[in-house]
């Protein structure tokens, strides 16, 4: 795995890119870009299980720490810093590293949302949401319905991809024209069934490419 720090208008970021084992001298199948969670890091099992079903299908991954993480903070920066944070590490990766590759983007949580209200600016072809946030969980001081995420998944306006543990207590996203829900065992962490969430991955990242 190689790891690249990559400057955005939001602080440095960092990308940690590896490729399948048969890439050379032929190209990837494609590339799948991937965030990680509002307190977690890369290193999140879900993450990986994604990162091995695309390497498994020869196609480069790239996982990215946002500048606040790289900076040593824990809580994240507000929505459009992500967000512009986001664009500009897959625009450099798809410049670079990943030059001449179809891209698909996505993310655990926090990073399935960026990836969804960016999906049209990095050109992605597809979106991957693990344990996508619907709703925060409900207060028990609250007076009014937590406020729903779905705009934010319906805007990606490419065909997507959500992985959601059946105990999610932030709900479960329903099916669209183009949205796959796959439901497996387990919470937000989608720990319980990690082979469920590679097996979901796997299955589906082949169609979005064009037959060759």
Partial sequence: MTEVTIETPRGPA???L???DDAAPAPAA???????GAGGGVGAPDLQAARRAALDAGWAVALVEQPYRV?????????????EAWTAVV??????????????TGGRSMGARVACRTAAATASIGVLCLAFPLKPPQRASAT???PSRLGELN???APTLVIQGVRDRFGMPPRGKSRT????????????????VQAAVAKWLPGLLPAR
């Avoid at 494609?30 to 990680?36: E, N, P, R, S």
């Avoid at 900076?71 to 967000?83: I, M, V």
């Avoid at 625009?91 to 698909?104: I, K, Q, T």
């Fill in 181 to 196: 829900v796959v439901k497996v065992a387990g919470d937000h962490g989608l720990k319980a069934d990690l082979p469920a």
């Fill in 30 to 36: 494609g590339a799948l870009i991937l965030g990680h």
């Fill in 155 to 157: 805007g990606a306006g």
């Fill in 71 to 83: 900076a040593g903070r824990r809580a994240p920066a507000p929505a459009p810093h992500l967000d």
């Fill in 18 to 20: 590896a490729f399948p």
């Fill in 91 to 104: 625009a450099r990766l798809g410049a670079d590293e990943l030059a001449g590759l179809s891209v698909v």
């Fill in 14 to 16: 960092r990308a940690h």
């Fill in 144 to 146: 009014k319905p937590s």
